[in-house]
């Protein structure tokens, strides 16, 4: 994706969505790039599962230089499998949001092979379904995706991207979430033992003084201490390719800081920081399955300067 100037932008927004969402595609799961893809027509996704919950959002905005800030925020979403639904709100930092909207037929579909990953049949392979809705604040049309992925039973993956002139012309929100539909409860995590879990991750991230924008992706490990209730692990092989000339670049492995599994309503949640060569962040997730098999969730990282005007934020999956 391009980072034009504030004169351009307006005339390329439109042009910018369509490459991001055209990278999303091709990445979702720790690739971007450097997979394949291919489409099929309009039609109704087939629900399995209905489930209500809230999800973190991970939220970045793109303004007139680069995106120059990161936010979270809840999700909230309400999947009926009986009418082959799903109901959408959000809350973030500024207008527009989700707002209750009820997606049923996708315009549009494309099927994409993860590449960037190292981690085999535990990447992020997915197939996207397009989804549009007006927004209310601005009378825009929004796209969204929701990214279904092929070897991973308990999780989706939800992106959607809004314009934001209540900040000045050209602002633009970029927004991930994972969505779980079957969380393990707290009280079936095994008391002792350790388990390994390996996996993938997807996400944006910007240079500030770079022409381009980068899908970010590569391997996500974690080590479990059942008897500790303990979660730690790394986000390595990292790569960022270019948006415009998929050019790959080599990112610096993030280690994800030892971390308790808490107890939250039920569900096996962490939260813990991000840490790496010049580098910080953030990362939460759960535990999902009746079997505790996969885990799932979002994470922002940032240049650790004084200033932190590189940014990035994503979503992770990983299975025991």
Same mark, same amino acid.
């Given at each position: 994706m391009v980072v034009d100037t504030l004169q351009l932008r307006d005339n390329l927004l439109k042009i910018l969505f369509v490459? !991001?969402?055209?990278?999303?595609?091709y990445s979702c799961?720790?690739?971007? *790039?450097? *997979?394949?893809?291919?489409?099929?027509?309009?039609?109704?996704? #087939?629900?399995? /599962?209905?489930?209500?919950?809230?999800?973190?959002?991970?939220?970045?905005?793109?303004?007139?230089?680069?995106?120059?800030?990161t936010n979270t925020g809840t999700v909230t979403y309400a999947i009926d499998a009986a009418a082959d639904t799903i109901t959408l709100s959000s809350g973030g930092y500024h207008d527009p949001d989700l707002d209750s909207n009820t997606f049923s037929s996708y315009s549009s579909s494309a099927t994409g092979t993860d590449t960037q990953s190292n981690a085999g049949t535990a990447n992020l392979t997915t197939i996207n379904y397009n989804y549009s809705y007006t927004d209310p604040v601005y009378n825009d049309s929004v796209a969204l995706v929701i990214a279904v992925p092929t070897n991973y039973n308990h999780q989706v993956y939800l992106f959607w991207s809004t314009n934001d002139r209540s900040l000045?012309? *050209? !602002?633009?929100?970029? #927004?991930?979430?994972?969505?779980?539909?079957?969380?393990?409860?707290y009280t079936d995590l095994p008391s002792s033992g350790t388990a390994s879990y390996s996996?993938?991750?997807?996400? /944006?991230? #910007?240079?500030? /003084?770079?022409?381009?924008?980068?899908?970010?992706?590569?391997?996500?490990? !974690?080590?479990?201490?059942?008897?500790?209730?303990?979660?730690?692990?790394?986000?390595?092989?990292? /790569?960022?390719?270019?948006?415009?000339?998929d050019a790959v670049t080599s990112f610096p492995s993030l280690t994800v800081s030892s971390a308790t599994i808490q107890n939250s309503s039920d569900d096996a949640t962490f939260s813990s920081s991000l840490s790496g060569s010049s580098l910080t962040g953030s990362i939460s997730g759960l535990f999902l399955g009746s079997s505790y098999e996969e885990i799932g969730g979002g994470f922002t990282v940032r240049s650790s300067d004084s200033a932190g005007d590189n940014r990035g934020v994503g979503v992770f999956s990983a299975k025991r």
């Open positions: 490459l !991001f969402v055209t990278s999303f595609f799961g720790g690739g971007g *790039g450097s *997979g394949s893809s291919s489409s099929s027509s309009a039609s109704t996704y #087939n629900w399995a /599962t209905s489930v209500n919950g809230t999800a973190t959002g991970r939220y970045l905005l793109q303004g007139s230089d680069a995106y120059t800030y000045g012309t *050209g !602002f633009r929100w970029l #927004n991930y979430a994972m969505l779980p539909i079957t969380k393990t409860a996996g993938a991750i997807d996400g /944006t991230w #910007n240079n500030k /003084t770079a022409a381009n924008f980068y899908t970010i992706g590569g391997d996500a490990s !974690f080590s479990v201490d059942w008897g500790a209730k303990s979660i730690s692990g790394s986000l390595a092989n990292l /790569t960022i390719v270019d948006d415009v000339t």
